[in-house]
């Protein structure tokens, strides 16, 4: 094990050496570029024997990465934004494949305007695509969860792609001191790929991803819904796995802070739960009861942690970096939509705030909590916009 | 026609990408193949990147032996799949990529491509009172393929299998991308009588609207010089699409199809010994 | 040839498909057949090698015969024969 003090790119680029990718695709984009370079530089110093393939689009990084999937490699990739929007089609297409591989994508706001700083904009817009999802608050997560994503994936009742996430600049450009585990301790975690099926002249001379008709193709689609709902308990299981082997534990698909007693908990994803955890110990010290839900995995969506949540707390605030036009923030929607069939309903309320990379300071999460602990004194706003200017209130 | 002919060049141990496209179709619906080697289904535009991951994987498991081919249509090539294409070949792996010409989106119901020669009809470019049939130019492949300084292109022609097939053999033993432009009527796109496939096909060669050439490290060739040369009158003759063209723009497309056969004479005189 | 599928647990996980087509008969979809004169043939196997289907095999006595469970009847053979054996005949 060696301890470097490393930024979220680096991390995400250790990930993949010691997961072993065999076939890395990537094209650069601001604030992804050092992971390119650094796995550029690892396999010309020959310390990471993979192919690394210079292609000329992201659009070609995530085929590429599925059809070496479908021969049998490991592939990885990694991108931000607008590569992620322009994945978008071949997304679906990875996870239709049924290939696992596995992205570091870095949350950074969609454009016009034009901008490079924090936001989830882009990895929620691929929710419907059938890839899991893990927000992470730190360097050291990432490269953790690079490793559990690819147990976690290629399990052959599983076989589904996931993108670790991170946000730009606050992870991917800000250096923390980050265990990388041995080579030996991750290659026992981390068997090696061995799909059933991989597209082989001498063994498997198929058709692979033929034609469909309307008579058999939902069978295909129950197939992914029901290895996506296998993975709930499948990633409880690898991070506990992974705890017993290296020593850390990320929550399992929700982490929860401060939560059993609270009276107002922000249910939120990535490093704005740092700042809340602080927010929340402070704001406990004036006798103020507030906890952190940070959502680990958005997908798949944490059924029953999320109403183990609405039965235990009064009120939660969920804070959204994102927001699905003519509709709401998506945790937000969701969590209301998991809380429909439940028993319990504490009042909810929508903080829509960070987007486009707008600070979360702790000034502004104090306020957010106090709302939140206010919510079951009466009416109040289903959703509300955090800090933008003209509109009054938070 | 065409992947016949070109697996019986390569062998087993070939995995052909093919993108959507009258190949995506051909095998039939699931659970049915017709090939004995594995066949990749993908997204329309990514053949170039899809055999690009293929071949760095077989690389990585130390099987360089494996044909990689990538089998587009001329939509899938020219158009929509062009940029992934260019940045294949650009990269360099050692695979196939084979075009299949039928000079329009055939699969979606004969659509124009970039493919589609001056002066045909198709759904898209459809003549009408206003005279709309194709007037650009074809998209010259092959000439793209060259300036990627790629190590071997060739065109091809079902009429001609055999011819195909050496060029297949040839470029088996050249590392580095290989390009053939194989030129594959479509009856019911072309207005053409099924039968006559094959002889269009001789025609096309004949009248030089489709040369048969290879270009080796920038080095031209040209494998068939017609004996007698016949007019492009006599080559759209029996094809419905060019059915319309009144005699002063068949003129204006003779005359293209001989400077650009001009030129190809000229540039196979220049490059010898390159 | 989708016998063995049932349910969607017998699928694989993404249609990987395993059944050769031959399977599926498609002779039905011909408007003409072709009628092959052995007795003209001369062996030079020009329509086994242009069949867009692969519909024409060497067969008994190394002559070519048709399949007709394949066959669409495009006339492709009878247009290349160069001894003119092949005739396509109206389908009944």
Known sequence: MVKKVITGNYSAAYGAKVARADVIAAYPITPQTQIVEKLASMVAEGELDATFINVESEHSAMTACISASQAGARSFTATSSHGLLLMHEMLIWAAGARTPVVMANINRANGPPWSVWADQGDSIAQRDTGWMQFYCES????????????????????????????????????????????????????????????????????????????????????????????????????????????????????????????????????????????????????????????????????????????????????????????????????????????????????????????????????????????????????????????LGGL | MVMRYMLKALGPKTTVSVPACCWAVMPGVFPLKCLDVPMLYTAFEVTGASISGLRAAYDKQGKEDINVVGFAGDGGTADIGIQALSGMVERGPNVFYIMYDNEAYMNTGI????????????????????????????????????????????????????????????????????????????????????????????????ACVFPLYEVENGVYKINRKPAKKISFMDYMAMQGRFRHLPASVVEEIQKGIDREWEILLKREAFTQGL | MMAKYVTYKDLPLTPITTVGSEANKTGGWRTFRPKIDHSKCIKCYICWKFCPDVSIRIGKDELPEVDFDHCKGCGICANECPKKCIEMILEE
């Open chain 2, 111 to 206: 659509q124009r491509s970039s493919a589609t020669p001056v002066g045909a009809w198709t759904t898209t470019t459809p003549v009408g009172s206003r005279l709309d049939w194709k007037r650009r130019p074809k998209k010259n492949m092959m000439d793209i393929m060259v300036a990627h300084k790629i190590p071997y292109a060739a065109t091809a022609s079902i009429a001609y299998p055999e011819d195909f097939i050496k060029k297949l053999k040839k470029a088996q033993a050249i590392k580095g991308p290989k390009f053939f432009h194989v030129y594959a009527p479509c009856p019911t796109g072309w207005r053409l009588a099924p039968d006559k496939t094959v002889e269009i096909s001789r025609m096309a060669t004949d």
């Open chain 1, 139 to 390: 360097n050291q997560e990432v490269l953790d969860t690079m490793i559990q994503a690819y147990k976690i994936g290629e399990a052959r009742d599983v076989m589904l792609p996931a993108m670790v996430v991170m946000d730009a600049f606050i992870l991917s450009h800000t250096s923390e001191p980050v265990d990388i585990p041995d080579q030996e301790m991750v290659d026992g975690f981390l068997p090696k790929f061995d799909p059933e099926y991989r597209v082989a002249p001498e063994t498997q001379p198929y058709g692979f991803g033929s034609l469909v008709m309307p008579d058999w193709y939902m069978e295909f689609r129950y197939k992914i819904a029901e290895a996506m709902d296998l993975t709930r308990e499948r990633i409880r299981k690898v991070d506990k796995e992974f705890e017993e082997t290296f020593g850390r534990s990320y929550g399992g698909l929700i982490e929860f802070y401060k939560c059993e007693d609270a009276d107002a908990v922000l249910l939120l994803a990535g490093t704005v739960a740092s700042t809340a955890k602080e927010v929340a110990d402070e704001m406990r010290k004036k006798g103020k009861k507030v906890g952190v839900a940070r959502l680990r995995s958005f997908r798949p969506f944490p059924y029953e942690e999320v109403r183990k949540l609405a039965a235990a707390v009064p009120a939660i605030g969920i804070l959204d970096k994102s927001f699905t036009f003519g509709y709401g923030g998506a945790f937000a929607c969701e969590v209301q939509g998991a809380l429909y069939h439940c028993r319990d309903k504490p009042a909810i309320k929508n903080y829509i705030a960070g987007i486009g990379g707008r600070d979360l300071t702790p000034e502004v999460l104090e306020k957010i909590f106090n709302d939140a602990l206010n919510l079951r004194k009466g009416k109040h706003a289903e959703i509300e916009w955090v800090g933008v200017r003209g």
